[in-house]
């Protein structure tokens, strides 16, 4: 495809009042104006090393009134997104410095991204975490190539382990930032969902604190049409990217300590370069509820077969909770960055957004402690079609009157109006009884 480059002025003006790199990285490269030709580079040269995702029509859109395209990121060989910016990253250093390896300290997507593509490039890896870290990181770190070395009982403790070994060592510090090259390579996935997918009206990104996939792709989206929208989801808990655009620097003050739960949208506003491009390319930015995420997160396992964390279920999120009105009936790309759910919270999240989704309910009656007044529950349960999951009696504890019983039950219904069908049945013949409000 020949580059023809038409925004430049438009990105200049977003980088115009950059600052110098603070020490806060190691990488010596110079943050300068993100171009067309950059990110088309950056697609050219890693192409090799990433997967083109696809980028599908889903069947979510008639629930939703609109034509909405799955952009597949989780399926990159880490899980995430944050492969394109690294591997980009990691192919620009010198040949002394690969020689010499590289080092990083965080349990995030990008430090599995740095040991995959590192070792793939036989250049040094080491990741420093604390001893908290979860085992499955640990493992999967491993796993990648990388040498992996836990340290300290804080996060903020590897970090500095990491920095002395570097120094020590001749090591290259890498930690997550916005610089041109970084960015270039996130906005590869602006191009390939230009590519395929026709005549986009609107193109929705995770957001929050690590906005670089946001604005690296609005740069090669808004040069090649500047009339698709481009829109931005954070979470209503840290509105990281609201805040920070409205005081006009990186605010620090909204960080969630939630980790585990929302990943790299959890942290801080982590560079200028990429607040300044939002604020400049961005059309909209818009924040959900965490109930809202973990609906999404069951709507892309049941209708897509995709098993997503927080950060690649929060673009449909928007969605599901209605915050794009002005998109029905439009054609929309969402961008489902990242796949990298440990276990005991897809558990935990499955189970919730189940009874978010008014698919799970609990009640609680009382019965005749007789021969059969049991099986009378059941089969009524039976005849709604309600699944038991759990049903327990209660007979010392109970404050009514004697030789009864209280039973707890949770059931599983099809959705909402078959939940009200079977309150009113129980209700009928049981008036006393009594739901739990989730």
């Known amino acids: 495809m020949k580059i023809v480059s038409r925004n430049e002025e438009l990105l200049r003006d977003a980088l115009s009042c950059i600052p110098q790199p603070s020490s806060r990285t190691s990488l010596a490269s110079c943050n300068r104006l993100i171009r067309f030709e950059d990110i088309s580079a950056a697609a050219f040269k890693i192409q090799c090393g990433v997967q083109k995702t696809p980028c599908t029509y889903s069947r979510l859109s008639k629930q939703y009134g609109m034509d909405i395209y799955l952009k597949k990121e989780f399926l990159q060989y880490t899980g995430s997104v944050k492969e394109r910016g690294v591997l980009y990253l990691l192919m620009s250093l010198p040949q002394e410095q690969q020689r010499k390896g590289v080092i990083v300290a965080s349990d995030s997507n990008f430090s599995m991204a740095v040991a995959h593509h590192a070792s793939e490039l036989r250049v040094p890896v080491f990741v420093i975490l604390c001893t908290s870290t979860a085992p499955g990181r640990v493992r999967m770190c491993r796993e990648y190539g990388a040498m992996v070395i836990s340290y300290g009982a804080t996060a903020k403790d590897a970090q500095l382990h990491a920095r002395r070994l570097a120094q020590e060592n001749g090591y290259l510090y890498l930690e997550e930032e916005d610089s041109a090259v970084y960015l270039s390579g996130l906005g590869t996935v602006g191009l390939e969902m230009y590519e395929q997918v026709p005549k986009l009206d609107a193109v929705i990104f995770p957001a929050g604190g690590h906005c670089g996939l946001l604005a690296?792709?609005?740069?090669?989206?808004?040069?090649?049409?500047?009339?698709?929208?481009?829109?931005?989801?954070?979470?209503?808990?840290?509105?990281?990217?609201?805040?920070?655009?409205?005081?006009?620097?990186?605010?620090?003050?909204?960080?969630?300590?939630?980790?585990?739960?929302?990943?790299?949208?959890?942290?801080?506003?982590?560079?200028?370069?990429?607040?300044?491009?939002?604020?400049?390319?961005?059309?909209?930015?818009?924040?959900?509820?965490?109930?809202?995420?973990?609906?999404?997160?069951?709507?892309?396992?049941?209708?897509?077969?995709?098993?997503?964390?927080?950060?690649?279920?929060?673009?449909?999120?928007?969605?599901?909770?209605?915050?794009?009105?002005?998109?029905?009936?439009?054609?929309?790309?969402?961008?489902?960055?990242?796949?990298?759910?440990?276990?005991?919270?897809?558990?935990?999240?499955?189970?919730?957004?189940?009874?978010?989704?008014?698919?799970?309910?609990?009640?609680?009656?009382?019965?005749?402690?007789?021969?059969?007044?049991?099986?009378?529950?059941?089969?009524?349960?039976?005849?709604?079609?309600?699944?038991?999951?759990?049903?327990?009696?209660?007979?010392?504890?109970?404050?009514?009157?004697?030789?009864t019983v209280e039973v707890i039950c949770t059931v599983e219904t099809r959705d909402k109006i078959h939940t009200a069908q079977l309150r009113n049945a129980l209700l009928e013949r049981y008036p006393t009884a009594a739901w739990t409000e989730r």
């Open 216 to 403: 690296g792709s609005a740069a090669a989206l808004k040069h090649l049409n500047p009339h698709i929208s481009v829109i931005g989801v954070e979470s209503e808990s840290f509105p990281v990217l609201q805040e920070s655009l409205k005081a006009g620097h990186p605010n620090d003050d909204q960080a969630c300590n939630n980790h585990h739960f929302y990943g790299d949208v959890s942290g801080v506003c982590f560079g200028n370069n990429s607040l300044q491009l939002t604020g400049k390319l961005v059309d909209k930015v818009v924040a959900v509820r965490e109930e809202d995420i973990l609906i999404s997160m069951l709507r892309l396992l049941e209708y897509e077969r995709a098993t997503v964390d927080a950060e690649g279920a929060i673009g449909l999120a928007a969605l599901v909770a209605g915050k794009l009105p002005e998109l029905k009936g439009k054609r929309v790309a969402v961008v489902i960055c990242s796949g990298n759910l440990e276990l005991h919270l897809l558990q935990q999240c499955i189970a919730r957004a189940l009874t978010l989704d008014n698919r799970v309910c609990r009640f609680s009656l009382v019965i005749s402690d007789c021969p059969g007044d049991m099986s009378k529950l059941l089969e009524i349960l039976a005849r709604e079609e309600a699944r038991v999951l759990d049903i327990k009696q209660e007979r010392t504890f109970v404050t009514s009157e004697l030789f």
